[in-house]
T-cell receptor
């Protein structure tokens, strides 16, 4: 089944404790991205990657890191999480940047206390 | 100025009603337009693309007016299962349009609630 998976789905952590949210797609997509969704602010792009070893900042990259060492994986790293990073995070992939359809993962709900 | 703006909603309508959502975008260089649907606490999913000539998929009709930089989504004969948030999405090619060229820009969404 073609899909984007994210782990964990739910996470409660404390300020400053490094965490990684994994994202994996099995569709051989070149383009992957991370979004956060907050009430009243909609979906905002954090980082994106057009291919292996190619990553770039989206609209709200501060406090986040990513890597793209393999085509299928695009982990999101929070080196020192803060409460303002409490949010719902979605990973997405598509055949290429600007493709008609982006496939989203199920989301990761992160709470930083 | 917001890049993609939608009706704030929520829209509360009875089953069988016709409902229309509007969306405006600020960058005239925008190239592609979509409507996504997002159920509560779930991931967004593509509902339909929007073409200049307008397009229809069953009870759903999407329209694009490039001159007015305006997109619409019409839902006829609403069903309970149509209850969701509808996201207007634009892909733009141009400098300084948030993120980078070719990335999706999402509106904040309009919530629809269809009641029996």
């Amino acid at each position: 089944e073609a899909q984007v998976t994210q782990n964990p789905r739910y996470l409660i952590t404390v300020t400053g404790k490094k965490l990684t949210v994994t994202c994996s797609q099995n569709m051989n997509h070149e383009y992957m991205s991370w979004y956060r969704q907050d009430p009243g602010l909609g979906l905002r792009q954090i980082y994106y990657s057009m291919n292996v070893e190619v990553t770039d900042k989206g609209d709200v990259p501060e406090g986040y890191k990513v890597s793209r060492k393999e085509k299928r994986n695009f982990p999101l790293i929070l080196e020192s999480p803060s409460p303002n990073q409490t949010s719902l995070y979605f990973c997405a992939s598509s055949l290429y940047q600007g493709a008609v359809e982006q496939y989203f993962g199920p989301g990761t709900r992160l709470t930083v206390t | 100025r917001k890049e993609v703006e939608q009706d704030p909603g929520p829209f509360n309508v009875p089953e069988g009603a016709t409902v229309a959502f509007n969306c405006t975008y600020s960058n005239s260089a925008s190239q592609s337009f979509f409507w996504y649907r997002q159920d509560c606490r779930k991931e967004p999913k593509l509902l339909m693309s929007v073409y200049s000539s307008g397009n229809e998929d069953g009870r759903f009709t999407a329209q694009l007016n490039r001159a007015s930089q305006y997109i619409s989504l019409l839902i006829r004969d609403s069903k309970l299962s149509d209850s969701a948030t509808y996201l207007c999405v634009v892909i733009s090619l141009g400098v300084g349009y948030g993120g980078s060229q070719g990335n999706l820009i999402f509106g904040k969404g309009t919530k629809l609630s269809v009641k029996p």
